[in-house]
């Protein structure tokens, strides 16, 4: 990844640490990284394994804490010089993160570590560094109707196992003959949709579903979305033995964020993306592979 790159997205971690106290939002953070919004909050969550604000309140209780333990400040004077409003908004905060409050914790006597920030300075080189090109193609991608199934999730990690999960139940219940109106008849394209993003709590919906030609007679149970026209940058998994197949699909999308974007001058559209799954996947296929559709437009188009 461009050092350049980097250097923005720790920019935009050492001015969190730095204004801990302060009322942060997304939007200023990515301001100091010099990205969109969305492009800077998908990035981050791939990064930290957090959303933007998730990590913000993490490290308030993580500093936080350190003072509870290691000081004989008030309270309420720690808790306002890192961020909380009041007392009581610490403390709720602090009991689902510690499982006790602050006051337990420090009567306990617990002498907790130091929690660095996170430093994206520091990490763990693939194989797509040292220019090392990923293969892709664009298209533009009008408009088009699906109907599916439908899950919510979070981008925490726990995605990584609701979604497989999802698709597991799928294909068990046999869910693809309910779908109608298919735009593909012959052989399936099956479509796991990642949409409905909210950049505050980390959540977003995933669609498991097919192109529809239209919404008509659409059994109860199934979802019907419409998504509009966008410029997908496409991206070609490699080519793997059955059981290696999620993990590589997880492995691409860590790269296109990662690797792909910081010299590609392309930043995500904010708009949903998918993975396309047609006959190079499934049984029958020594090896499988599928696309990963990202929502693109170029930097200068960023207003």
């Known amino acids: ?15 969190i640490e730095a204004h801990i106290a302060e009322e942060l939002s997304l939007s200023r953070i990515a301001q100091v990284a010099l990205l969109s919004d969305f492009h800077f909050h998908r990035v981050f969550q791939v990064m930290a394994g ?27 004077d720690i808790a306002l010089a ?31 570590p130091s929690y660095d920030k996170l430093n994206v300075l520091q990490r763990k080189y693939n194989p797509y560094l040292g220019g090392i090109q990923m293969d892709f193609r ?41 779908i109608p109106n298919r735009v593909h008849k012959d052989s399936p394209v099956e479509l796991g949709i990642c949409h409905g993003f909210n950049m505050e709590t980390g959540t977003f919906l995933y669609l498991i579903g097919m192109e529809a030609e239209s919404f ?20 070609s998994t490699p080519k793997v033995p059955e059981e290696q197949f999620s993990s590589s699909i997880q492995s691409t999308w860590q790269a296109v964020f990662n690797e792909w974007f910081p010299h590609s001058g392309y930043e995500h559209a904010g708009k949903p993306e998918f993975e396309l799954y047609d006959s190079r996947s499934g049984p029958g296929n020594a090896l499988w592979q ?14």
């Open 1 to 15: 990844m461009r050092t350049d790159y980097l250097k923005q997205m720790q920019a935009a971690v050492d001015y």
């Open 50 to 76: 957090d959303t933007v604000m998730e990590y913000v309140r993490k490290r308030r209780l993580a500093r936080s804490v350190y003072q509870v333990a290691h000081s004989e400040e008030r309270l309420l």
């Open 82 to 112: 890192h961020g909380f409003q009041n007392h009581e908004t610490f403390t709720r905060a602090f009991k689902r993160m510690f499982d006790m409050t602050p006051a337990e914790y420090r009567r306990r006597g617990i002498r907790t």
């Open 138 to 178: 664009l298209l533009t991608k009008p408009a088009f109707k699906v109907i599916g199934y439908e899950l919510q999730t979070t981008n925490d990690g726990e995605n990584l196992k609701q979604i497989p999960a999802f698709w597991q139940e799928y294909i068990r219940n046999g869910w693809s003959q309910t």
């Open 216 to 235: 008509d007679n659409v059994p109860e149970g199934l979802v019907c979305r419409e998504f509009g026209e966008a410029e997908y940058a496409v991206f």
């Open 290 to 303: 599928m696309d990963v559709y990202v929502p693109v437009k170029r930097k200068s188009e960023q207003a």
